[in-house]
């Protein structure tokens, strides 16, 4: 089993529409969660990091993280084509990060 | 430059050559992380280095895989005897400490024939 799962996708969504990614992981360990966005060819840029359950809103985007179901979760509200990018989920534990497979979102004009 | 910077951005190699990636991470930062991306698969942990610390190797897969750091500044990934399933874009990312933000590079983009 790995130790974070993440539906690829390929996720399409029209221009405004809510997006909404999901990550479940298995170590209880994990103290900080992160998400991270990458476009193409690029490296990752980190986009929210939170501690501890509940939500976290910065903009249009609100990380929500549930330790007790071990369940991690992005929502994009009024997205744009900008947004089009994959999504990677980021759990961690002491100094190291483990990645989920990512999401690729596109969001159509 | 401000940011961290890798080199080659693109290596095509041989079967069986040794290859060598360079990180020069963001000044300042003592955490230097290598990780590795297959095609449509998430980052997975190579080796970290934190300052004069030993460094955690337990992601290397093999003994071909070898990373250097000196002190805060430069590393250098090196892979002997390259195989087709090294292909993968080998990703380096600093740190101004343990367990913050990742600042990533672009990328070395590797190719095995």
């Known amino acids: 089993q790995k130790e974070v799962e993440q539906d690829p996708g390929p996720l399409s969504v029209p221009e405004g529409a809510i997006v909404s990614l999901n990550c479940t992981y298995s170590?209880?360990?994990?103290?900080?969660f992160m998400w991270y966005r990458q476009y193409s060819r690029k490296g990752p840029e980190l986009l929210m990091y939170t501690y501890s359950s509940g939500n976290k809103e910065d903009g249009r985007f609100t990380a929500q993280v549930d330790k007790s179901s071990k369940y991690i979760s992005l929502f994009i509200r009024d997205s744009q084509p900008s947004d089009s990018a994959t999504y990677l989920c980021?759990?961690?534990?002491?100094?190291?990060?483990?990645f989920g497979a990512g999401t690729t979102v596109t969001v159509r004009a | 430059g401000a940011g961290v910077s890798q080199s080659p951005s693109n290596k095509v190699t041989e079967k069986g050559k040794d290859v060598e990636l360079r990180c020069d991470p963001i000044s300042g930062h003592t955490a230097l992380y290598w990780y590795r991306q297959r095609l449509g698969q998430g980052l997975e942990f190579l080796i970290y280095?934190?300052?004069?610390?030993?460094?955690?190797k337990s992601g290397l897969p093999s003994d071909r895989f070898s990373a250097e750091r000196t002190g805060e500044s430069v590393s250098t990934l090196t892979i002997q005897r390259t195989q087709q399933e090294d292909s993968a874009v080998y990703l380096c990312?600093?740190?101004?400490?343990?367990?913050?933000?990742?600042?990533f590079g672009e990328g070395s983009r590797l190719t095995v024939l």
């Open positions: 980021a759990p961690g534990g002491d100094y190291k990060l483990s």
């Open positions: 170590n209880s360990a994990f103290q900080y």
């Open positions: 990312a600093s740190s101004l400490a343990s367990a913050g933000e990742l600042f």
């Open positions: 280095f934190q300052g004069n610390s030993a460094p955690d």
